[in-house]
Each structure stands twice: as C-alpha cells, then as structure tokens.
C-alpha cells in the first residue's frame, strides 16, 4: 500500500477494515492481472453496505491497483471503470429548534453542554473532546481548535481548515464555566471533558455518550429521527442556512472545504461577522430575541458587541 503517514488515524483504520474484511476475503488469492471491471463492479454492488461505504471498499482496491501501478508490478487498474454509486439512502436529519431544546433539557449537564458546544459552533464531536481548557479564551469569546480525539487516540482535525479558532457565544461561555468547577479536571493544560475512567488523561469516549445516554434520551422526549453527535453539526449548517448569512461566513464557520481557489485565497470572513451569524442561528435554538422583546433586552440584537468579561461573566482565575 502507499504511504499515509499524513492520513488520520480513522482513516487509515478504515483502509485496514476495508482491506481484512472484504478485499482479501475476495480477491486475496487470485492474480491481479486476472481480475477483471466487470468482476469487480459485481461483486461491489453484492456487498451488504450503504452506497457510500461500498463507494469507499472500491476506492481501497482501486488504491491498491495504483500502487501496484506506480511499482510496475501491473499495467492496468481495472478499478477506474468500475461504476459505484456513493449516492445516501436517505437525507441525514437534523433537529427542528423545538426538538433540540427538548433534547437539551433532558440531557445531564455535562452532555447539554457537549450538544451545546456541537450545535453553536459546528464542531465535530472529536473536535468538542480534543478541546483543553487553555483552548477556551474567556476574554475574546472563542476557542482554538487544535486537534481531535478519535478512536481512542488524539491527532490532528480532519482539514487544515477545521483547525480555524471558532467563536463562542455567552449561552456556551455561561455553561462552561459552570461546568469548570465541577468536571473534576480543571487545570488549563486538562480536558474539558476529561474521563475519570482514565483519571482525566483521556478525554470521554463519544460512542458509548451517544448510546448510553444521547439517544436514549431522545426517545424518551419523543424524537423519532435518528439521533447521533453529528446531528448538531448538521443543524447547525442548516439555521446557518436558513438565516440568510453569506455563504462565505456559512463555510468558514463549518470550516468545510473550499468553494473554489479564489474564495478560499482571497476571501474572509472577519470574527465580527462569524459572530453576527452564529448569533442568528443560536437565537433560533435558544429562543432569545422572543424572550429578549418581552424582557426589554439587547441580548436579542445581532450587533456582535462584546460584553466585558469582568461584567457579564465570572471567569476563571486562569482566563482573567
């Protein structure tokens, strides 16, 4: 195989699972240079998987072709030609603002605050459990995203990209340090959400968060869709959306890949604005510029201004 030493851990896990359980299972004993585009197309469309995950077992053996290319062992890739429709069975589901608050007001106060964190600034739930203390800046209200916790081992975010400092709006920065005191691990240099299994080396592991406890408990509120830690990311894009932001603040604050060379060189979207449209889309969450009306507050407006730390919110010593 070629080198991927710049490859996530994930995605070279996936490669390995691609590769042990359906490539040499199949083609493990037969000559490379007898295998044929049609054989191969056949035997794709006869794998019980999703389209988008027989999609990535064709994309594995086509790899595997191309090294032996590059080698000069084979001649030919008869991959390439292989038809394989990566096409979703259906639409991922994203939360109506109602069901997110229901879901939020049942959850436990640490995983309101992970599902808070995912649906008010797009980060992925790797990203949300790579995040330290010394990550959150109380005083500028945003926080550097500078790695990612994924199959039990810390590396790098999925694109350079994804490693844009993201901001924070007062509802995070409020459960955050309510959370500080309590999470058991508060030093700068600890995680956020650290695991007390491991004595807070590690940070919490998001698969038995999401089984255990995130989708059990929105049955129980009466959510029927099906509910993971993505689903707060895919909400958020959508109130992005849906608000009528530029689409250049949209991509920067999904910090998804380009829209083309020239956008992504010479074109950005400042923090102020970021803030203007994260405002929007946690109004809608949240319900604030309802509340805000009948209470008199500026809270509702999406004029950006910061509030002074020292008034608006206790930091911790560290942050001051």
């Known amino acids: 195989m070629e080198s991927h030493e710049d490859k996530r851990r994930s995605t070279k896990m996936g490669y390995l699972s691609n590769l042990n359980n359906h490539i040499v299972p199949r083609w493990g004993?037969?000559?490379?240079?007898?295998?044929?585009?049609?054989?191969?197309?056949?035997?794709?469309?006869?794998?019980?998987?999703?389209?988008?995950?027989?999609?990535?077992?064709?994309?594995?053996?086509?790899?595997?072709?191309?090294?032996?290319?590059?080698?000069?062992?084979?001649?030919?890739?008869?991959?390439?030609?292989?038809?394989?429709?990566?096409?979703?069975?259906?639409?991922?589901?994203?939360?109506?603002?109602?069901?997110?608050?229901?879901?939020?007001?049942?959850?436990?106060?640490?995983?309101?605050?992970?599902?808070?964190?995912?649906?008010?600034?797009?980060l992925r739930i790797g990203e949300v459990l790579g995040l330290k203390w010394e990550d959150i800046d109380f005083a500028t209200h945003q926080a550097d995203v500078l790695r990612s916790y994924s199959d039990g081992a810390i590396g790098p975010c999925k694109t350079e990209i994804s490693e844009q400092p993201v901001p924070l709006d007062e509802i995070v920065l409020e459960e955050l340090l309510a959370w500080h005191p309590v999470c058991g691990y508060p030093e700068p240099g600890d995680w956020v959400f650290a695991s007390d299994y491991n004595f807070g080396k590690t940070p919490l592991w998001p698969d038995s968060l999401r089984t255990k406890i995130l989708q059990p408990v929105a049955r129980r509120v009466g959510i029927r869709k099906q509910i993971g830690w993505h689903t707060f990311r895919r909400t958020y894009s959508s109130l992005l959306a849906e608000t009528g932001n530029d689409v250049?603040?949209?991509?920067?604050?999904?910090?998804?890949?380009?829209?083309?060379?020239?956008?992504?060189?010479?074109?950005?979207?400042?923090?102020?604005?970021?803030?203007?449209?994260?405002?929007?889309?946690?109004?809608?969450?949240?319900?604030?510029?309802?509340?805000?009306?009948?209470?008199?507050?500026?809270?509702?407006?999406?004029?950006?201004?910061?509030?002074?730390?020292?008034?608006?919110l206790m930091l911790p010593d560290y942050a001051r």
């Not at 290319?69 to 096409?87: D, H, Y």
């Not at 923090?271 to 510029?289: E, G, P, S, W």
Request: charged share 30%; with cysteine.
């Open 29 to 122: 004993d037969y000559n490379p240079k007898s295998i044929t585009t049609v054989e191969v197309e056949e035997w794709v469309k006869s794998l019980k998987l999703a389209p988008a995950s027989r999609a990535k077992v064709r994309n594995v053996l086509s790899m595997v072709f191309r090294h032996g290319m590059r080698w000069g062992w084979l001649e030919k890739n008869p991959v390439t030609l292989v038809r394989c429709s990566s096409k979703r069975l259906r639409r991922p589901d994203i939360l109506t603002a109602e069901e997110f608050r229901a879901l939020l007001g049942a959850l436990p106060d640490r995983e309101r605050l992970m599902g808070t964190i995912c649906a008010t600034t797009g």
């Open 248 to 312: 250049k603040v949209v991509q920067e604050l999904m910090r998804h890949s380009k829209l083309s060379t020239t956008m992504e060189v010479y074109t950005q979207a400042g923090m102020t604005k970021k803030r203007a449209a994260q405002r929007k889309a946690v109004d809608a969450l949240f319900n604030r510029d309802s509340e805000a009306s009948r209470g008199g507050e500026a809270r509702g407006k999406s004029d950006c201004s910061l509030i002074a730390p020292s008034e608006s």
